[in-house]
């Protein structure tokens, strides 16, 4: 599913497109937490709690953000951290390993093994909790597309800034959200066209990779110790779409959220008060079909006051993102230390 459509050119390519074991969980080795819940052995934990039989069912009936899935935020978090917490493998060699890592795990509600890339700094003591950032790829690119564009530009910053960087698959979908050109902020018409034209077929292809971008979270959060206060959510283009969904609808996650070149979000039917407290940089090429869009979203946001950062860059819609890269980095460190 494209967001902006088509396949791209410059720097990052496509643009658009596309503790214990628990019994709601699959098997396989691999490395997950959440908002507010215990982690496995190892993890970094918050409050104490369970996972497993106290879950409540991640299918829900109704859209709690109207341009997505009917998935249950609490019921999906609690399902991703039993998968986590099942998959937790302290004596394995890759257990809180730093640097650059291509991993996998076992996705039993796709019947896969699904990567997702997690760079650790290198400069971690292997004991202080880390700040993290969450990266969203645009459609037609994967987990680690973007990561290794323009000689691994966001895998050095991550280094350099101290974050653990974490880049899921977001399997086969668009993390959730059915928005895509030309339903930008301000075109609630095209959106609702969205919305009417979802199948039982892509309402299920995007709920597998909501709960891949959940999961891939919950991996991470349960083996290495977070700084629940210090998570941070980006992504370009579809990924930018999938920031403003993942943002709001788990918005107990993210301290800050970063969209680039996607403004796929609504005045309606959107959770707008569950991100009142978050700071946002909303960044745009000047030559993107976006800019539009994301230039009304900004004026709105701006007027209800909201705390929002925005930036014009002189690029297209791929060629934006790194040339705003080192300022979403140093947006979230100024978020952390204000």
């Not at 937790?88 to 795990?105: L, V």
């Not at 059915?178 to 309402?203: D, N």
């Not at 999961?215 to 991470?220: D, F, I, M, R, S």
Request: proline fraction near 6%.
């Amino acid at each position: 599913m494209s967001a902006l459509g088509g396949g791209g050119t410059g720097v990052v390519g496509g643009t658009g497109g596309g503790g214990g074991a628990a019994p709601t969980a699959g098997g396989a080795a691999s490395s997950g937490g959440g908002p507010a819940g215990g982690a496995a052995q190892g993890g970094s934990g918050g409050q104490a709690g369970g996972a497993g039989s106290t879950c409540g069912p991640a299918n829900g009936a109704k859209r709690v953000i109207a341009f997505g899935t009917t998935l249950d935020p609490q019921g999906q978090v609690c399902e991703s951290r039993a998968l986590a917490q099942s998959l937790a493998n302290p004596s394995g060699s890759q257990w809180r390993a730093k640097g650059d890592q291509k991993r996998s795990y076992r996705f039993k509600a796709a019947n896969a093994d699904v990567a997702y890339r997690v760079v650790v700094p290198m400069s971690w003591d292997g004991k202080a909790k880390l700040p993290l950032v969450m990266f969203l790829h645009g459609a037609g690119n994967d987990e680690s597309s973007y990561l290794d564009q323009n000689n691994k530009q966001m895998v050095t910053l991550a280094q350099q800034h101290g974050y653990v960087l974490v880049s899921p698959l977001g399997y086969q979908g668009a993390y959730g959200t059915f928005l895509r050109l030309p339903a930008v902020f301000g075109q609630p018409a095209e959106a609702s066209k969205k919305i009417a034209a979802i199948t039982p077929e892509s309402e299920t292809t995007n709920e597998l990779s909501e709960k891949d971008v959940i999961n891939v979270l919950e991996l991470v959060l349960n083996e290495y110790p977070i700084d629940r206060t210090a998570m941070f959510l980006t992504g370009h283009s579809m990924g930018s779409a999938g920031t403003w969904y993942i943002g709001a609808k788990y918005a107990e996650y993210w301290a800050a959220l970063a969209p680039m070149s996607g403004p796929f979000v609504q005045e309606t039917g959107y959770l707008w008060d569950d991100i009142r407290r978050m700071p946002n940089f909303v960044t745009e090429g000047t030559q993107a079909e976006s800019l539009a869009g994301s230039r009304v979203l900004k004026e709105w946001m701006t007027t209800n006051s909201f705390k929002l950062q925005y930036k014009e860059v002189n690029a297209d819609h791929p060629g934006m993102v790194p040339l705003v890269l080192p300022d979403v980095f140093s947006f979230f460190d100024g978020v952390r230390t204000p």
